[in-house]
């Protein structure tokens, strides 16, 4: 079965540093990759996808995830973090020939930014 | 209404008794899933509609849990015979075809189920 890790449970910034959040998912055949995020109080939102092309894919709030068929990863990123980017942020892969959405999530890394 | 709506959104009962969790999905959205959030866990799929017909119930974690969908909207997860490894939170979401991989799902805010 598929699965989903995600690296750092609990990560703590202040503003202006940058992000990393690390994915790695098991599956060896066509995946659709996304990162959801959740924040304080609010639903949980598509935060971007990878399906197709440009293993780079650019998502809101200027985040950013590069999809490395390699290595199984799919790694989120920013450069400069804000205050309002505290949340929990949640990998998910869509694989095994679904077509519909049936994901297998990570366990999710919270974040902390400290203005 | 404007976006997936859930109801309770906490849901307190005693080990033993059955409870059932309502799911409101946007309307015009054809597909509707169940997921389930265990503390400290990733979210694991439960269940997925398309229309009123459920093809995919593969993560139902027993036969105490059954789910239904009626007129294509509104969904029912119920739990029979509740356990303590029940408590989660159940989130529900809808998309707007469910026939693609790629698309997005709108997530409600989901019920806290505390079994006792």
């Known amino acids: 079965a598929q699965s989903v890790s995600q690296h750092n449970h609990h990560v703590i910034l202040s503003e202006a540093a940058s992000l990393e959040l690390g994915c790695n998912y098991s599956?060896?055949?066509?995946?659709?990759l996304f990162w959801y995020v959740q924040y304080p109080g609010q639903h949980l939102q598509l935060l971007l996808k990878?399906?197709?092309?440009?293993?780079l894919v650019k998502g809101i709030k200027g985040f950013e995830a590069e999809f490395i068929k390699s290595k199984f990863s799919f790694n989120l990123r920013k450069p400069s973090v804000q205050w309002s980017d505290t949340a929990e942020y949640f990998c998910?892969?869509?694989?095994?020939?679904?077509?519909?959405?049936?994901?297998?999530f990570g366990q999710g890394t919270i974040l902390t930014v400290h203005p | 209404g404007a976006g997936v709506s859930q109801s309770p959104s906490n849901k307190v009962t005693e080990k033993g008794k059955d409870v059932e969790l309502r799911c409101d999905p946007i309307?015009?959205?054809?597909?509707l899933y169940w997921y389930r959030q265990s503390l400290g866990q990733g979210l694991e799929f439960l269940i997925y509609?398309?229309?009123?017909?459920?093809?995919?119930k593969s993560g139902l974690p027993s036969d105490r849990f059954s789910a239904e969908r009626t007129g294509g909207s509104v969904s029912t997860l119920t739990i029979q015979r509740t356990q303590q490894e029940d408590s989660a939170v159940y989130l529900c979401?809808?998309?707007?075809?469910?026939?693609?991989?790629?698309?997005?799902?709108?997530f409600g805010s989901g019920t806290q189920l505390s079994v006792l």
């Open positions: 990878y399906f197709s092309g440009d293993p």
């Open positions: 979401a809808s998309s707007l075809t469910g026939t693609t991989t790629n698309e997005k799902l709108f």
């Open positions: 509609f398309q229309g009123n017909s459920a093809p995919d």
């Open positions: 998910a892969v869509n694989a095994g020939g679904t077509s519909y959405g049936k994901l297998t």
């Open positions: 599956y060896g055949g066509t995946v659709n």
């Open positions: 309307s015009g959205h054809t597909a």
